[in-house]
């Protein structure tokens, strides 16, 4: 029988367990977890520190998951080389596993940037792990100020957490907007300004040159006090054992879409990786929750002997912040690069949507987001929008835009 190795334990594992099952429900499968938590949904870590769900909820897969599926884990241990000839990883403890077929699914860790002063913050915080939400908490207090660095995903997620938890919030971020990676200058301000009426600060367009204690001097000359430091400028991929034995990386591991990687018996899988992105017609990064499972799921399958294929990956975000919910895909083209813009705006909600050659590439959805994977699935499956009724989809994510017959087989008998 087969042995095999999962580096992580993260959503991008479980769905490699449940690939390798699906084909293979004899061979021994051995998990490495730097964590001491069975897998969890990282996007709900905002909401157990902000008290709206527990331990108990925050879990990806039931209790006895490992053992339904014959797994052993070794928690609080890390991975540090992969022995590639003799196919075996060493760990941190000095052991070594063997491994028939081997995947990386490291995820990815926070880039703190080098500022001037930092060590002497007295607490500073990352807002990646639950480990993480476990050690703000304790951290924090009714009359605390909390100072967030980055304007992103993580940095308002964790404003989120925090918000009526602490005296005040302070987001501060290079860019001139919030959200930069997937809103732009008509969707990014009524985001801001929401956020700001729940008493979330910002101080955009800066940036810190330095800190003081719990001080920080930006570079506009502004000094902002603080008691609690969270940077959440953004995450590198953890590429690192895969570079050390040569495999090919760039910004994450480059897979195919199989998830092999470069080497013989190894995949991976997950926010370490870099694939194809459909939207974008080039290698990405493509750091989200559905493609990490899906890739998890290929790459077991293809471990265990099967035959599964991963080409349709496109970058897409479903959040929701303090209540309002806003959902992104794909990518943003322009009249520049030859595409059209079209959008629908009032004074809390907007609809926008990316079109080149006839078809959807992307779209910003703010406040209304009822139906919206029916745009996900006209990107993902690359339908020319002169099939469908594009006209009624712009005003309204309906079934009926499509002909009887794409009804049926797209949506089944449901519709």
Request: aromatic letters at 8%; proline letters at 3%; hydrophobic letters at 40%.
């Amino acid at each position: 029988m087969k042995q095999y190795v999962i580096i992580g334990n993260g959503i991008a594992a479980a769905g490699c367990i449940e690939g390798i099952r699906s084909i293979d429900t004899e061979s021994h499968i051995v998990v490495v977890s730097k964590e001491s938590q069975p897998v969890y949904c990282r996007p709900l870590i905002s909401y157990y520190l902000e008290g709206k769900t527990t331990l108990d909820k925050i879990g990806y897969r039931p209790d006895d998951f490992y053992q339904k599926n014959g797994c052993e884990v070794l928690y609080h241990e890390t991975a540090i080389q992969i022995d590639h000839e003799n196919k075996a990883v060493v760990l941190s403890k000095g052991s070594t596993v063997p491994f028939s077929e081997l995947c990386i699914a490291t995820g990815s860790s926070p880039f703190v940037p080098p500022f001037d002063g930092l060590d002497s913050v007295k607490n500073h915080f990352s807002f990646i792990t639950l480990e993480d939400a476990f050690a703000l908490e304790k951290a924090i207090s009714p009359d605390s100020r909390v100072l967030i660095i980055g304007a992103g995903l993580i940095g308002l997620k964790c404003a989120e957490g925090l918000h009526d938890r602490v005296k005040s919030i302070m987001v501060c971020d290079l860019a001139d907007k919030i959200l930069s990676s997937i809103l732009d200058q008509d969707t990014a301000p009524m985001v801001q300004k929401f956020l700001e009426m729940h008493g979330i600060d910002f101080c955009l367009s800066d940036s810190v040159v330095r800190f003081d204690g719990d001080k920080a001097i930006m570079k506009s000359g502004k000094v902002i006090d603080f008691d609690i430091l969270v940077t959440a400028v953004g995450v590198r991929a953890n590429t690192a054992l895969i570079a050390e034995i040569g495999g090919t990386v760039n910004r994450g591991i480059v897979v195919n879409s199989e998830m092999r990687t470069s080497l013989d018996n190894v995949y991976a899988a997950g926010d370490c990786t870099e694939g194809f992105d459909l939207s974008f017609g080039d290698n990405r990064v493509l750091a989200l929750l559905p493609n990490a499972y899906i890739q998890g799921f290929t790459a077991g399958i293809n471990m265990a002997g099967g035959t599964k294929s991963f080409d349709n990956a496109i970058p897409m975000n479903s959040i929701g912040i303090l209540g309002l919910h806003v959902m992104t895909a794909g990518s943003y083209t322009s009249e520049k690069d030859g595409g059209t813009v079209y959008m629908q705006k009032d004074d809390t909600s907007c609809k926008k949507f990316f079109v080149r050659d006839g078809l959807l590439k992307g779209y910003i959805l703010v406040d209304k987001v009822e139906r919206g994977g029916i745009y996900t699935s006209l990107i993902r499956e690359q339908t020319p929008l002169e099939t469908v009724d594009f006209d009624l989809l712009k005003e309204n994510a309906s079934f009926m835009a499509f002909s009887s017959e794409s009804r049926r087989k797209k949506f089944g008998d449901v519709v």
